[in-house]
Nanobody
Framework: QVRLVESGGGLVQAGGSLRLSCAAS????????MGWFRQASGKEREFVAA????????YYADSVKGRFTISRDNAKNTVYLEMISLKPEDTAVYYC?????????????????????WGQGTQVTVSS
């Protein structure tokens, strides 16, 4: 498994932007597919985005498509989530996750059960 530490959360007004980072420790970061999930208060954890090992394939939830961008820098063992045009409904704790699962297809990596390493989360609050 890999240890993950998120950063970059905070309070932002609607329409604003934030960039989340997730630093990974451990070997073979480049061999993991990385994902972002979020959990709003009183709701289940939901998929946000994922990026495969070399960054060639990305996946997004419909609710964030066109507004969020996932990327990774394998040399820095870091994955990012760039968020623009934020909405109050984006308010949640955002979690970084890693998996060695190999999958292809549009339905891949959208379940939290596909991932086995998790960070502690970072709070994102979007005010209206």
């Amino acid at each position: 498994q890999v240890r993950l530490v998120e950063s970059g959360g905070g309070l932002v007004q609607a329409g604003g932007s934030l960039r989340l980072s997730c630093a990974a420790s451990g070997r073979a970061f480049s061999s993991y597919t990385m994902g972002w999930f979020r959990q709003a208060s009183g709701k289940e954890r939901e998929f946000v985005a994922a990026i495969k090992t070399r960054g060639g394939s990305t996946y997004y939830a419909d609710s964030v498509k066109g507004r969020f961008t996932i990327s990774r820098d394998n040399a820095k063992n870091t994955v990012y989530l760039e968020m623009i045009s934020l909405k109050p409904e984006d308010t949640a704790v955002y979690y970084c996750a890693a998996t060695a699962l190999v999958c292809s297809g549009i339905g891949c990596y959208r379940s939290h059960s596909d991932f086995n390493s998790w960070g502690q989360g970072t709070q994102v609050t979007v005010s209206s």
